[in-house]
């Protein structure tokens, strides 16, 4: 038997004819009764961990997790390891470890009966109430992190990344030829693969962050403050330089990736990068190209898109094709295709029909895997035995894993005005010695 001291202290109420929870858990922290659904799942782990950053609340969810389950089935904290915002096994194990410290009452409440999942009751019985429960959107979006699988403080240089076949060795390891996958991606960082070529995403996080936080480059980046002043107001070919610059020094280069993890690190960097990405003028004026679709067939199929729907204009917003400027011939054969029976079509019928009339030649495999996961919760979906191993293979993961629903609905994206970055007249910031550093190789890469 647990000792009395160990154990988390909760009281359950009911008011009226609604259940309601208002529970003091050992480290005060007090729930207000609400109407929520608290046994709603907001993410559930069976067969693949789902990665959702280490950073934002879910490394706080799981470090006040893990305490207080260590402190009800007598373990040490670290038997969980540490708080790394990737729900896997051993957050699983820690809730199942925390049940039986919670009355017959409360463990209803936060849905019990979903095994080793985190639910919104779980989560107000752990959180301090200025960190709600995350929301569609929030989810949404980290269920794109975890296809992505890359975090805020990871940048990778794309300078002759790639392997020669005859020697299997890349330019660094001393090949004398350079192989590169993608010639036009000088530098990727984050989550949503911000580049610092074509796309520039790159200098306009840079732009976004040190406008809204003067001083906050040289605070961080020091030595290397007026290269990425110059990077952030220079050109494609500029970015090339400066940054071949950096890259083909090895001193140099890791003493940059140290620099930049410890900026990426920064909250307020963080929400730089998701205000570039949510612009109107970037994945925001795709995504809500998707839901003016939607708005559009309002009418024939009488709903908003579902939270489903909503994870997936993000995820085919990052990585796939999204309708064009103008959706008057796709709204024509969706409409078509919506009434030409009887029976208005399941939300993943629909997603289903929409993501053959938007294929993507990129890495068409891994779409196909991607479309997979907006799909397989759908039982009137037939996905094909190819299509089911490819999904397999790549993820294996659902949108259900992140809470999301074709139950709920979704009526808008909160689209972000652009930076003004777009209309800074860009021009060669390049000092000599920088276009000296760049080898002759390196410019004339080979694309693998």
Known sequence: MLRAHTRIKVAACRAGAMFALVCVIAFGVVLPASAENLSQVLYRFENRALTLGRYGAMAVFQERLFTQAANCAGKSDSSYGSPDGVVGAKTRQAIVDLQPCLNAAVRAAVGAESYGAITVGLWRLL???QLPPPDAITRANHLTFALEGTDYDVIQFNFCQSKNPRSGKTFLEGDPYCHTNDPRAYLTWGPRGATAGAGAEIQQILFAAERANPGLLQNVFGPFTEDMHRLALGNNDAAF????AIWVDERKRTAFEKRFAAYGARYEVQAAYHRVYDAANADGGKIARLFKLYNA??????????EID???FIDRATHGSVPPGDISDLVDRMTKFVTRTRNVPSPGELRKQLAAWLPTHHKYNDRLARDAIF?????????SDAHRRMWLQRSGLKASDFGLSDARYVASYPVASPTGYEKIEKFYT???EDARACPDTVRRARKK
Do not use: G
Not at 297 to 306: E, F, G, M
Not at 376 to 383: I, W, Y
């Open 375 to 383: 799909l397989v919760d759908d039982p009137d979906v037939v996905v």
């Open 241 to 244: 330089e400066i940054l071949c």
């Open 297 to 306: 067939l309002k009418s024939v199929i009488n709903r908003d898109p579902t």
């Open 127 to 129: 959180m301090p109430a």
């Open 430 to 432: 390049v000092l000599p």
């Open 310 to 312: 909503l994870a997936f």
